[in-house]
Every structure is written in C-alpha cells, then in structure tokens.
T-cell receptor
Framework: AQSVTQLDSQVPVFEEAPVELRCNYS??????LFWYVQYPNQGLQLLLK??????LVESINGFEAEFNKSQTSFHLRKPSVHISDTAEYFC????????????FGSGTRLQVQP | DGGITQSPKYLFRKEGQNVTLSCEQN?????MYWYRQDPGQGLRLIYY???????QKGDIAEGYSVSREKKESFPLTVTSAQKNPTAFYLC????????????????FGPGTRLTVL
C-alpha cells in the first residue's frame, strides 16, 4: 500500500534557527505533493504544493519544499523560524493512479522556543 | 464568504448512540472528503465523494456512513458499530480532478471534536 512517512513526531527548535521537517513517500510514480499546517483545534491550511514544473516550491511565509523524485522525498524547510510557526505540519501525497484522495503522514509538531 | 463549515464544533455522545456530523461547502466543489484525526496518527480517510449521489469507502469506513444528496452537503454518521469514535473529524472539499483535468488541493473545515461518554 502507498504510504507517507514523517519520521519526526516532534521538532523543538529555537526562534530564528533553521528547521527541516522530513517527508518521504513510498512510490515514485507520478505524484502530487502538499504540505498543510494545523494550529490547535483548527482545520488544516495549505502551506505549499508541488504539482509539476520547478522542484522547489515556496510559501508566502518563508517556507520552502523540494521535490526529490529519486529519494521520494518532499522535505519542508525554513531558514529562520518564528514563535508563530509553532503548529503541526502534515505532508500529503496524491498518487496519479488509483484512489483520487490524499494520503497524509502522521504529522510533525514544530515547537519554536524563545 | 466562501468556505467549509462543520457543525457542531464539539459533540458529546453516549455509548451506543448514532450521531451525525454536518459538513457544508459553498465553494462549488464537486469532491468532498471525511477524515478522522487521532493523536500521532495523522489524518485517515473515512469516506469520499467525487460527485453527487456517489461515494467511496476510504481506509477506515467501518462504523461510519455518509450520504451525498446535494453538492453542498456531505454529512457523516458515526454509528454505534464504531468501536472507538472519540476523535477529531475533519471535512474537506476540492475541485474534482476527474472533471477538471487538473489537480487541486483540498480545503478543510474547522473540524468537529466528538467525545463518547
């Protein structure tokens, strides 16, 4: 079965430090990749997406992710985090075959400390 | 103001009772989805619907039922057959890629937290 793995359940980091949240998926067939962010007791908000084209995608608040087909990864990075980035981050994949729905990773809780 | 609404925000149910969670969208999206979120497990797909009057089981459909009589609405019923229903339930919608020929992200509602007493 196709799966999405987020290896780190929690990532503590100090404010203004860089951070990387890792995401790997199980199959290298044609995929569409997403990162969502969730603040406490809220729904998910789209952070960024890769559908085609440039393998490096950016969000409006400084996050970026790079699609690496050979490593089947879509890691999320930010060069300098803020306290307000504290949230849970979910990687999601839609494969271009089979079920037309997203498969989510288990999430990574980013905890930014002052 | 377009978006997805879920009601109620918090729901309490006695063991053995059925309960229905509401999901409404005014985004004119064809596709709608229900997910269950448990701590440390991410989101798991319960049911999804690509078009009115049609829906498919997701990964954890047992103990749940849905209907899709209107484009705007996709209610989820948690039945007494669901062994561990306490969770956070999220509804989402998207443009139907099969119809539009393109992939789009899913938009999420604010969620309903169901607690079984």
């Amino acid at each position: 079965a196709q799966s999405v793995t987020q290896l780190d359940s929690q990532v503590p980091v100090f404010e203004e430090a860089p951070v990387e949240l890792r995401c790997n998926y199980s199959s290298s067939v044609s995929v569409y990749l997403f990162w969502y962010v969730q603040y406490p007791n809220q729904g998910l908000q789209l952070l960024l997406k890769y559908l085609s084209g440039s393998t490096l995608v950016e969000s409006i608040n400084g996050f970026e992710a790079e699609f690496n087909k050979s490593q089947t990864s879509f890691h999320l990075r930010k060069p300098s985090v803020h306290i307000s980035d504290t949230a849970e981050y979910f990687c999601a994949v839609r494969w271009n075959t089979g079920r037309r729905a997203l498969t989510f990773g288990s999430g990574t809780r980013l905890q930014v400390q002052p | 103001d377009g978006g997805i609404t879920q009601s109620p925000k918090y729901l309490f149910r006695k063991e053995g009772q059925n309960v229905t969670l509401s999901c409404e969208q005014n985004l004119n999206h064809d596709a709608m989805y229900w997910y269950r979120q448990d701590p440390g497990q991410g989101l798991r797909l319960i049911y999804y619907s690509q078009i009115v009057n049609d829906f498919q089981k997701g990964d954890i459909a047992e103990g749940y039922s849905v209907s899709r009589e209107k484009k705007e609405s996709f209610p989820l019923t948690v039945t007494s057959a669901q062994k561990n229903p306490t969770a956070f339930y999220l509804c989402a919608s998207s443009i139907n890629p099969a119809a539009s020929g393109r992939i789009n992200e899913q938009f999420f509602g604010p969620g309903t937290r169901l607690t079984v007493l």
